[in-house]
């Protein structure tokens, strides 16, 4: 294959990688929480002494992804165990697997045995790094501070549910609803040292603005198709010099 042909296919897989994240971000637009993805990429220069011009031919590499951590609109409920997140704090839950996983779902309710969780099912986890549980006579009437104290008039202090930072987010993958695991299946919870604060009572909509993903979705699709009509290109242009090589010979 020449330059053209490597330049193309590396084209190809960025925005393959491109087109899966944006149509996730699609996906999750009403989840509760959820923080759309950007993919990085770099340009790599390889210097090619072939090259008749000197300049080399240059390549596009990912580089890994990004968040974007603008806070999505906020949504007052009346549910007393619905959590908001204002700052750069995370929830972090128990899964059905036993893994931890990070997120910003505040959409909480309680389980038959007390626990705090989730309307997938997952456990919330408390400041400790343990499920959080709540006696379920004292649920409807609980009062949860900035901190994410809980407590009721009747049972004084009834736990803290923990606020988190997010690890590294190249060492996390996806796990649905806008979660995410440690690729190596063990979590860090490292309190949030950033002053984020609990909002009682509200959820946080996810922050995708679905018509600029829909556009940005567009485009690469274009820029997906100009890439293969490039190959195509290249390849009926060989198929037509070895042709003529062939009625030359």
Known sequence: ????????????????RQLDVTANNIANANSTGFKAERVLFESYLNPDSTDVTGEGTSY????GSYLDDRSGVVLQTGNPLDMALSGAGWFAYELEDGQQAFGRDGNFVLDPQGRVVTTSGAQVLDAGGAPLALPPALAA???ISGEGVISSQQGGVL???GIFALPDRQSLGRAGGGMFVP??????????????????G??????VQ???E??????????YQHALNLISSEDDLKKEMLSRIGQTS
């Open 183 to 200: 690729e190596d299946g063990t979590a860090q919870l490292a309190p949030d040292d950033t002053g984020t604060e609990v909002i009682q």
């Open 1 to 16: 294959m020449d330059n053209s042909t490597y330049v193309a296919l590396s084209q190809l897989t960025a925005l393959e």
């Open 141 to 143: 009437t609980v009062a």
């Open 202 to 207: 509200a959820l946080e909509a996810s922050n």
């Open 214 to 223: 829909v556009t940005r979705l567009i485009d690469i699709q274009q820029a």
């Open 210 to 212: 679905a018509v600029s």
């Open 60 to 63: 596009l590499i990912d580089r």
């Open 159 to 161: 736990g803290q549910i």
